[in-house]
């Protein structure tokens, strides 16, 4: 696409193996926008990785083509595409201090013209004042911590000015506590200075607050690509509906449907949805997904909610600020999440709306929480 900083067409990445080929990537195709922040997010062995470096071009592709900047650079290797990778382990020379590290990439520079040396030490002062580690300019790796190496690995990255900066789950090896913090300074770093940041990570909450827009992935191939509202909200597949966050499902078949709403008879309960990606017919048994926090505590006289069903309560489990319930209705058990919520009656009404309710594709189970391994 023409618009695109960066445009993969149907590009596919095989691997030998003692049975035959193997797919890393399959047959992907994604459009990255021009100051965008956007992610790739899957599980071990989805093939993110794998599609970051063949951006970079530290893979070449069998099939399909690569375009950076309108230009094709499918076979060309990484110095001559303008990008550049923060690894995870950060890769930084431990015998160099952080001023040197961050110049390094400018000192060893194949594609003309060079840097002068004069230009090149005012350009090491911006990138430490951009990450905020000027105090440390005279340090080694090993006298940071692990944030501030982190911080020195993107000052490395954006010295050189590239058109794409390529992140492989930078925050990884960072405890929560500083993996929160520097992600907040990542996403403000990203929009100050305007450029485009393809990230990797296999943290679906990091994906949904850094991103502008997100490919989830899975055995090499793209799920879905949309914001972070779009993936979590309107799964179009059963693996997307599955893998990011938690949710409700619910197995039944259609009874009625409509441009609009879609009714769904569930264990002998009428259930009104939404089908925005599939529109089923009438007798087909399809899959609702209802999020936790979409499902309400409602008094029973004064309910305004589209569905409604009485519940037993049967657990609660505190989660910090959170409360989560579990309740045995007759469509199933429901998982209902509520912030500060200490409503413990063990028998009431669980209440929600119809645009909270989307058919997704047919999921396996009823009722049931699907948490897939990270």
């Known amino acids: 696409m023409k618009d695109s900083i960066v445009y993969l067409d149907q590009v596919s990445k095989i691997y030998p193996s003692a049975t035959g ?30 599609t970051l470096r063949l951006i970079g071009g530290f893979e070449i592709p069998e099939y399909g083509e690569v375009s950076i900047g309108g230009e094709t650079v499918t076979t060309l290797p990484p ?61 080694k790796p090993a006298q940071l911590s692990g944030g501030q190496q982190q911080r020195v690995a993107l000052a490395r990255a954006l010295i050189s000015r590239p058109k794409v900066l390529l992140l492989d789950e930078p925050l990884s090896a960072l405890d929560a506590k500083i993996r929160e913090e520097v992600r907040q300074e990542l996403r403000q770093l990203q929009q100050q200075i305007d450029l485009t940041f393809i990230y990797v990570t296999h943290d679906q909450e990091e994906a949904l607050a850094l991103s502008d827009r997100i490919a989830v992935m899975s055995n090499g191939r793209v799920e879905q690509i949309g914001t972070p509202q779009e993936i979590y909200s309107r799964p179009t ?25 879609t009714w769904v008879n569930v264990n002998d ?8 990606t599939h529109k089923p017919a009438i007798g087909e048994t399809v899959t609702l997904m209802i999020r936790p926090e979409q499902l309400k505590q409602v008094d029973t006289e004064h309910s305004t909610y589209d569905n409604q069903i009485p519940g037993k309560l049967e657990t609660i489990t505190y989660i910090g600020q959170l409360l989560e319930f579990q309740f045995n209705t007759a469509i199933g058990q429901l998982k209902v999440t509520q912030l500060g919520n200490t409503r413990t009656n063990s028998e009431q009404a669980i209440g929600w709306n119809a645009e909270d309710c989307v058919v997704v594709p047919n999921v396996k189970g009823n009722g049931s929480i699907i948490r897939p391994s990270s």
């Open 269 to 276: 309960t009428t259930i009104k949805a939404i089908a925005p």
């Open 79 to 139: 110095y001559r595409r303008n990008v550049h990778t923060v690894f995870q382990n950060y890769a930084l020379f431990p015998h160099l201090t952080v001023a040197q590290n961050i110049a390094y990439p400018l000192t060893i520079a194949k594609v003309p013209p060079k840097v002068p040396k004069s230009e090149i030490a005012d350009r090491v002062q911006e990138a430490l004042r951009m990450v905020r580690i000027e105090a440390f300019a005279d340090r």
């Open 21 to 50: 080929e193997v797919y890393a990537v399959r047959d992907v195709t994604i459009a990255v926008q021009p100051g965008e922040f956007f992610s790739l997010l899957g599980s071990s062995g989805s093939g993110k990785t794998t």
């Open 237 to 261: 597949s059963p693996f997307v509906a599955q893998f990011i966050g938690k949710a409700n499902f619910l197995t039944g078949q259609v009874i009625e449907s409509n441009p609009e709403f």
